[in-house]
């Protein structure tokens, strides 16, 4: 077995056996990666907290056929003020669900790597209404999948965009439209996310305008992923 290093954003573990655990991981160079955290669930355990859901680490491992093997694991960033505020927590485990959804195990996918992590920081310095939508649609637009808001996915038409479907792949004219209406200002905000206005449309606050782009935005991930997301759904604050 190689031993190899890299770093990670830990998604989920799940128990192995009396003492165990299978953590699952979004590395930077490996994608996602299913390790064994060995006697991580005894109290003096040399991982102690580290590989919890969140905890963004530097780890080397032993890689395995099916499963690698943690040998040793140090935190960069525990997002700690995420981890003691219910509203941002809801937010981060939809963000690592989505990238659980859409990382594969062997491949390296380091922009999403990035994204992951932009994003928990992000929400650790500040409460973003936005941040899960926006996450959603960067990610689509990484994946190839952004919706079509610049003209009407069916005729090209430009003006008078008035619904929003995800068979079409965007927004519709007023003579094509299905689907669900969309507002002028729900479609300004999605432009501005996907239109490299990101940081300032993440300033913009809790609102009707900032839950049909949410509704939008979770459609269209889970349209993507043809699942619903579990985390959005059991959110306290959906
Ligand atoms: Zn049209």
């Not at 939809?94 to 992951?116: I, K």
Request: glycine share 8%.
């Amino acid at each position: 077995m190689s031993l190899y290093r890299d770093e990670g954003v830990v998604l989920r573990t799940i128990r192995l056996g009396e003492a165990d655990r299978i953590v699952t991981m979004m590395t930077r160079g490996h994608g996602k990666v299913r390790a064994v955290a060995k006697g991580v669930r005894r109290t003096k355990s040399k991982f102690g907290a580290r590989l919890e859901p969140l905890s963004h680490v530097t780890m080397l491992c032993w890689q395995g056929r099916e499963l690698d093997i943690v040998n040793q694991a140090e935190v960069t960033d525990t997002f700690r003020t995420v981890r003691e505020d219910l509203a941002r927590v809801s937010k981060a485990f939809t963000v690592l669900e989505v990238v659980d959804q859409l990382a594969q195990e062997g491949h390296a996918n380091p922009r999403l790597y990035d994204m992951v992590v932009g994003a928990l920081r992000a929400l650790d310095a500040e409460d973003a209404a936005l941040l899960v939508p926006a996450f959603c649609l960067k990610v689509l637009a990484l994946e190839g999948s952004a919706p079509i808001l610049d003209r009407c996915a069916t005729c090209g038409a430009l003006d008078d965009l008035v619904a929003f479907d995800l068979v079409e792949g965007g927004v519709l004219c007023r003579s094509c439209r299905r689907g669900r209406p969309v507002s002028p200002d729900a479609l300004a905000l999605l432009r501005r996310i996907l239109g490299g206005d990101l940081a300032a449309a993440l300033g913009e606050p809790a609102g009707p305008v900032v839950a049909e782009v949410t509704e939008l935005a979770t459609a269209a991930m889970e349209g993507h992923l043809d699942r619903r997301l579990r985390s959005v759904r059991a959110s306290p604050t959906a």
